[in-house]
């Protein structure tokens, strides 16, 4: 199992902005589709974006798009997640991901290579 290192979560209030990066090595990071996943208390581990290794394509759940932006950057191996406009039903915990675009897609459930988390707590 591949280490991936999530940063960046805090406590802010809403309306501010956050920015989430994930560190991991060179072969999971020209490889893979990066994915952000986050889950609430109480919930399940839903998909919030995603970016394929080239960086061309992107997915985002429709709960963040326009607010919320996925990138990754080749020379640092890290993706990241901009948050503007924090509304407090982003709070959760917010995990990095690595598969292929599928499996981040139809099958998360798969996936064998995700951070620790890194937690976002949004006040009203």
């Known amino acids: 199992q591949e280490q991936l290192q999530e940063s960046g979560g805090g406590l802010v209030q809403a309306g501010d902005s956050l920015r989430l990066s994930c560190i991991t090595s060179?072969?999971?990071?020209?490889?893979?589709?990066m994915a952000w996943f986050r889950q609430a208390p109480g919930k399940e581990r839903d998909l919030v974006a995603a970016?394929?290794?080239?960086?061309?394509?992107?997915y985002y759940t429709d709960s963040v798009k326009g607010r919320f932006a996925i990138s990754r950057d080749n020379a640092k191996n890290t993706v990241y997640l901009q948050m503007n406009s924090l509304k407090p039903e982003d709070t959760a915990t917010y995990y990095c991901?690595?598969?292929?675009?599928?499996?981040?897609?139809?099958?998360?459930?798969?996936?064998?290579?995700w951070g620790q988390g890194t937690p976002v707590t949004v006040s009203p």
């Open positions: 991901a690595a598969d292929e675009w599928s499996t981040v897609m139809n099958l998360p459930s798969a996936i064998r290579d």
């Open positions: 970016i394929n290794w080239s960086g061309r394509d992107t």
């Open positions: 060179r072969r999971i990071f020209a490889t893979y589709t």
